[in-house]
């Protein structure tokens, strides 16, 4: 069992920058692929941004590219989202998710362990 924790979220103009960070515990944090997910009210969650186990390879939905950030430090036990030039329609409820089976996935059926969300808003 692996308990993830979000937090980070909050407030902001638009334009402005947020650091989203995931605390993990319960299992080796190495051992898991994590990814990014969001839900904007009435949406349906979406694949923001995933790195695989050891850090060293990302990918980013192409909505959010070159704008966000996603990295991991397992000395930590800590997964990173790195949000830069925000927009109103970032608005939503952040989650992060971890998986052992497949890289660096964007499908949300594929996570074994979710956290329980944190919320941010982006005023124009």
């Known amino acids: 069992q692996v308990q993830l924790v979000e937090s980070g979220g909050g407030l902001v103009q638009a334009g402005g920058s947020l650091r989203l960070s995931c605390a993990a515990s319960?299992?080796?944090?190495?051992?898991?692929?994590m990814g990014w997910f969001r839900q904007a009210p009435g949406k349906e969650r979406e694949f923001v941004a995933a790195?695989?186990?050891?850090?060293?390879?990302?990918f980013t939905a192409e909505s959010v590219k070159g704008r966000f950030t996603i990295s991991k430090d397992n000395t930590k036990n800590t997964v990173y989202l790195e949000m830069n030039s925000l927009k109103p329609e970032d608005t939503a409820v952040y989650y992060c998710?971890?998986?052992?089976?497949?890289?660096?996935?964007?499908?949300?059926?594929?996570?074994?362990?979710w956290g329980q969300g944190t919320e941010v808003t982006v005023s124009s």
């Open positions: 319960g299992r080796t944090f190495s051992n898991y692929h």
């Open positions: 998710a971890a998986q052992s089976s497949v890289f660096a996935s964007r499908y949300s059926y594929q996570y074994d362990y």
């Open positions: 790195i695989n186990r050891s850090g060293g390879s990302t």
